[in-house]
């Protein structure tokens, strides 16, 4: 009776363990099948935008971070932009709008497929998802509000940077 007894306790202790288990497992791919489905959208809804193209073990762009969330100037030369950031480590889907073609890929892919892969990467473009400038590194802030304006002014269409810079002497 007693044998009895434990072999039924052990079957019920087994199957509510087996239950657990599934639960559990239920429980993160829901997680999972979410997570799939949220994805960045980098269209931009200003006239222009500046995409970020980071790597977490990229000092450069710690410090562009701890520019942008410190230094005034920069704070108000980009309030005209949106600002969007990508890791080239990851593979969140990002919907993007490059050359007038809407475009989903992953974060890595998008980086790949703008050709940035130096760290940071910076990519200005227009709501037409025209690429007007890409600077591939960090910049000091006073250069990085003077390209700024480069862009949301619209010189780029009478000069080019180099020239916008020495003429605003921010080189």
Not at 3 to 16: H, M, N, T
Request: glycine share 4%; net charge positive; hydrophobic share 40%.
């Amino acid at each position: 009776m007693v044998r009895i007894g434990i072999k039924l306790f052990l079957l019920i202790f087994v199957l509510s363990l087996t239950a657990c288990q599934r639960q559990a497992v239920d429980t993160a791919q829901n997680k999972s099948s979410q997570e799939e489905v949220k994805k960045k959208v980098i269209i931009p809804e200003k006239d222009y935008a500046l995409l970020i193209v980071e790597s977490r073990s990229c000092i450069y762009c710690k410090q562009l971070n701890k520019d942008i969330a410190t230094n005034t100037n920069i704070q108000e030369a980009l309030e005209e932009l949106d600002l969007f950031r990508i890791m080239y480590e990851n593979y969140t889907p990002v919907k993007a709008n490059f050359g007038g073609k809407e475009i989903e890929l992953s974060e890595r892919e998008l980086a790949r497929f703008l050709n940035a892969l130096s760290f940071p990467n910076l990519v200005f473009y227009d709501r037409g998802g025209n690429i007007i400038l890409q600077i591939p590194g960090y910049l000091k802030p006073s250069q990085f509000v003077c390209v700024i304006d480069f862009v949301k002014t619209g010189a780029y269409r009478e000069k080019d940077i180099n020239t916008y810079v020495k003429e605003k002497n921010c080189a």
